[in-house]
């Protein structure tokens, strides 16, 4: 079975960081692309970025609004992914979820999310 | 970045019958590899998303007959041919052939 389970999210201050990690079981986690995608509150999904498998380069790619300052990585020997969020803004509050990608572009997998708050 | 509409953007439905939600995008999503990238979420209530139809029209692992997808080029639809009650939620559209990916406001589904 498939699972993906976010933590690291917490309060945090305006233009403070906080990474935020996504363990993933079930799968070859190697193999797969992985990807972010947040919910502020009470609205619709944006996606953040993701990260290609080592077998396509292990490159990144990120959403306008969060590029140059957040950071999508990954260990595959812990199956985990990681961003790195910096110079977090008040706009960056929401719920963060880690997904799966398979064939390139589905999200297939969704973990159940972690709450990033940025306030003073 | 591509835009994705949909329409309703809530609708209420008895038991038994059927739905239907429209998703347009503002470009083609067909792929030169003639392949479509239009992708259906549904989010339950105090859930993440999960994933319904990928590629226009295929329902992924688990999910119910009673869920279909239709469309090409810019128009789209996803057809709930019964409505049960533990299909409500919000109903996500995505396009997934341009970066950034882009969702669709959200259809509300409500049970009367």
């Known amino acids: 079975e498939v699972q993906l389970v976010e933590s690291g999210g917490g309060l945090v201050q305006p233009g403070r960081s906080l990474r935020l990690s996504c363990t993933a079981s079930g799968f070859t986690f190697g193999d797969y692309a992985m990807s972010w995608v947040r919910q502020a509150p009470g609205k619709g999904l944006e996606w953040v970025g993701f990260i290609r498998s080592k077998a396509y380069g292990g490159t990144t790619e990120y959403a306008a609004s969060v590029k140059g300052r957040f950071t999508i990585s990954r260990d595959d020997s812990k199956s985990i992914a990681y961003l790195q969020m910096n110079s977090l803004k008040t706009e960056d509050t929401a719920v963060y979820y880690c997904?799966?990608?398979?064939?390139?572009?589905?999200?297939?997998?969704w973990g159940q999310g972690t709450l990033v708050t940025v306030s003073s | 970045d591509i835009v994705m509409t949909q329409t309703p953007l809530s609708l209420s439905v008895t038991p038994g019958q059927p739905a239907s939600i429209s998703c347009k995008s503002s470009q083609s999503l067909l792929h030169s590899d003639g392949k479509t990238y239009l992708y259906w979420y549904l989010q339950k209530p105090g859930q993440s998303p999960q994933l319904l139809i990928y590629?226009?029209?295929n329902r992924f692992s688990g999910v119910p007959d009673r869920f279909s997808g239709s469309g090409s080029g810019t128009d789209f639809t996803l057809k709930i041919s019964r409505v049960e009650a533990e299909d409500v939620g919000v109903y996500y559209c995505m396009q997934s052939i341009q970066l950034p990916p882009t969702f669709g406001q959200g259809t509300r589904l409500e049970i009367k």
């Open positions: 997904t799966r990608v398979s064939a390139f572009t589905r999200l297939d997998y």
């Open positions: 590629e226009v029209s």
